[in-house]
């Protein structure tokens, strides 16, 4: 099955700078990549998504870039802001069913 | 649509009790999901439907587990026994297939401990 890998588990970024979060996955029948925010004690909620006929995608300061040959794929948030704080999820899916693998997670700190 | 709801949303009960959770998908969607988050394994999937027939419950840890989904409307994930082990937050998630993947919506979670 798939297995999707997250890197790093925790980061931590003063307010302003520029953050990314890299995940790998293994299963080369995967063709969309979604991330999700979960803020402390909520539930995880999509903030970005990514099919494979695309290399990149931009949403106001929130980017996801795709490279299917190495098979992996990053999330990019500048101009970091402390509400931004939060665990993200990277997560693959696409053999059918809807079927997503989630990553372990990365607990991201804006510091002021 | 009020979204994904679970019940309860908190449950504290004693091992060897048996534990039901309740979900409620968007209405509309045809797929069904029960996620277990914990701080060791992150979110892991246990099962999940499609027009509420059982696709893969390749995740589900133990025959302690048992998940069913008699309608379109409404899924159960009953743990019995309860063991401490199995304290962790449990998500439900839905989704509509468009015939390519979508966004799963996700429940508040039910947040339990076995004591």
């Known amino acids: 099955g798939e297995n999707v890998e997250q890197h790093p588990s925790t980061l931590s970024v003063q307010e302003g700078d520029s953050a990314v979060i890299k995940c790998t996955y293994s299963d080369s029948a995967s063709n969309y990549f979604p991330w999700y925010k979960q803020e402390l004690g909520k539930r995880p909620q999509l903030i970005i998504d990514i099919r494979s006929n695309v290399g990149e995608k931009k949403d106001q300061r929130i980017a996801v870039t795709l490279n299917k040959t190495a098979k992996h794929f990053s999330l990019h948030i500048t101009e970091t802001q402390p509400e931004d704080s939060a665990v993200y999820f990277c997560?693959?899916?696409?053999?059918?069913?809807?079927?997503?693998?989630f990553g372990t997670g990365t607990q991201l700190k804006v510091e002021l | 649509d009020a979204g994904v709801i679970q019940s309860p949303r908190h449950e504290v009960t004693e091992m060897g009790q048996e534990v039901t959770l309740r979900c409620k998908p968007i209405s509309g969607h045809d797929y069904l999901f029960w996620y277990r988050q914990t701080m060791m394994r992150g979110l892991e999937l246990l099962i999940y439907?499609?027009?509420?027939?059982?696709?893969?419950d390749s995740g589900m840890p133990e025959d302690r587990f048992s998940a069913k989904m008699p309608n379109a409307s409404f899924s159960t994930l009953k743990i019995q026994p309860s063991e401490p082990r199995d304290s962790a937050v449990y998500f439900c998630?839905?989704?509509?297939?468009?015939?390519?993947?979508?966004?799963?919506?996700f429940g508040q979670g039910t947040r339990l401990t076995v004591v």
């Open positions: 998630a839905s989704s509509l297939a468009t015939g390519a993947e979508t966004e799963a919506f």
């Open positions: 439907f499609n027009n509420n027939v059982p696709i893969d």
């Open positions: 997560a693959a899916g696409g053999r059918g069913g809807n079927k997503l693998t």
